[in-house]
């Protein structure tokens, strides 16, 4: 996939927007839509609790999302820098999470991510933690107090 294409539906400039003003309403969308995301993660008994352990794995492949002229490091640390980007990667790592720890409920989430050029390739990992617990049945089907 290239942004001309995408030139040609209607979102004219967002190449130039990325590199010269910063990251374009549409750049997460064309980024992440050339995205493979791999995922890994385990539950683990911590004395009395269970928690999560795991990461994502996002790979772009720059040469079919980006112009071949673009500034790879510049985008980069545009991304690094992009609240919108960064939480658009925490809510994807957390759905993967949270999809290994069912049937368990999965509590705030502790993250950390980190960003890295290799080749062609933009690779982000999102190292994630937090505590799981099982989900509270419906009121109606809870046994009523025997307190006195």
């Known amino acids: ?6 030139r040609k539906s209607g979102a004219p400039g967002v190449q130039r927007d990325i590199i010269a003003r910063g990251l374009a309403p549409l750049a997460d969308d064309v980024l992440l839509s050339a995205a493979v995301v791999v995922s890994e993660g385990k ?3 911590d004395g009395g609790d269970t928690v999560y352990a795991g990461s994502t794995m996002v790979a772009i ?3 079919s999302a980006v112009r071949p ?3 790879r490091g510049r985008l980069v640390n545009q991304l690094q820098r992009s609240i919108g980007f960064q939480l ?3 809510r994807m790592a957390r759905q993967e999470a949270e999809r290994r720890c069912l049937p368990l409920l ?3 989430l502790d993250t950390e991510a980190s960003f890295r050029l290799e080749g062609n390739h933009l690779l982000i990992d999102i190292d994630v933690f937090g505590h799981a617990r099982p989900v509270a049945p419906p009121l109606h089907h809870r046994q009523a ?4």
């Open 106 to 108: 999965l509590g705030p």
């Open 43 to 45: 539950l683990e008994a």
């Open 69 to 71: 002229d673009t500034d």
């Open 1 to 6: 996939m290239d942004i001309r294409p995408i």
């Open 145 to 148: 107090s025997t307190r006195p």
């Open 61 to 63: 492949d720059l040469q």
């Open 88 to 90: 658009r990667l925490m």
